[in-house]
T-cell receptor, first 117, second 113 residues
Framework: GAVVSQHPSWVICKSGTSVKIECRSLDFQATTMFWYRQFPKQSLMLMATSNEGSKATYEQGVEKDKFLINHASLTLSTLTVTSAHPEDSSFYIC?????????????FGPGTRLTVL | QQQVKQSPQSLIVQKGGISIINCAYE??????FPWYQQFPGKGPALLIAIRPDVSEKKEGRFTISFNKSAKQFSLHIMDSQPGDSATYFCAAGMNSGYSTLTFGKGTMLLVSP
């Protein structure tokens, strides 16, 4: 149980284009989903927290107009990197907290490797 | 006050040995302490978690020890195996479905055959 999927697992795009990454909770409903960014050999950096049906809460320093997050249902959240540039190349990972849990248990997806040329 | 300090940064242990990774926190409001295991190119996987109402939790070869007064917690991997070679992250959070997790910087564990 508690499986989270991400699609695509890797993507290469040209500078200036937009890329959409999907995060799905497969066997549970997630009230809250989180998006992280991870550089090689570094820890996870929280980008934003999203709750189903409401606007995402972005961490300080994360451009909300560049990283668009939509949490349209209890099993799907999407991250769109708009006008991507090489510095946006990174490993993007989502996580989801099951609905109804009393503590902040997060289950992570397998990640999406984004390379911007 | 939101930081979680993790040590060591890297660790080499012989097969069959005990791997110990330590974390310390400052925010006394934290009441949920998970450990995640991450293999290269993969997302982190929840390994084991503890809440401060207990001082120790064991699941198989993995044990969390928690010292509330010292604001420290540690992961012990008994009988370490080469397959345990991965990066381990400790984290801390608050008792809320909306609360975020604060992660340590990670420990790269290598278990030599």
């Amino acid at each position: 149980g508690a499986v989270v999927s991400q699609h695509p697992s890797w993507v290469i795009c040209k500078s200036g284009t937009s890329v959409k990454i999907e995060c799905r909770s497969l066997d549970f409903q997630a009230t809250t989903m989180f998006w992280y960014r991870q550089f090689p050999k570094q820890s996870l950096m929280l980008m934003a927290t999203s709750n189903e049906g409401s606007k995402a809460t972005y961490e300080q320093g994360v451009e909300k107009d560049k990283f668009l997050i939509n949490h349209a249902s209890l099993t799907l959240s999407t991250l769109t990197v708009t006008s991507a540039h090489p510095e946006d190349s990174s490993f993007y990972i989502c996580s989801a907290s099951p609905q109804g849990v009393t503590y902040n248990e997060q289950f992570f997806g397998p990640g999406t490797r984004l390379t911007v040329l | 006050q939101q930081q979680v300090k993790q040590s060591p940064q890297s660790l080499i242990v012989q097969k069959g040995g005990i791997s110990i990774i330590n974390c310390a926190y400052e925010n006394t409001a934290f009441d949920y302490f998970p450990w995640y295991q991450q293999f290269p190119g993969k997302g982190p996987a929840l390994l084991i978690a503890i809440r401060p109402d207990v001082s120790e939790k064991k699941e198989g070869r993995f044990t969390i020890s928690f010292n509330k007064s010292a604001k420290q917690f540690s992961l012990h991997i008994m009988d370490s195996q080469p397959g345990d070679s991965a990066t381990y992250f400790c984290a801390a959070g608050m008792n809320s479905g909306y609360s975020t997790l604060t992660f340590g910087k990670g420990t790269m564990l290598l278990v030599s055959p």
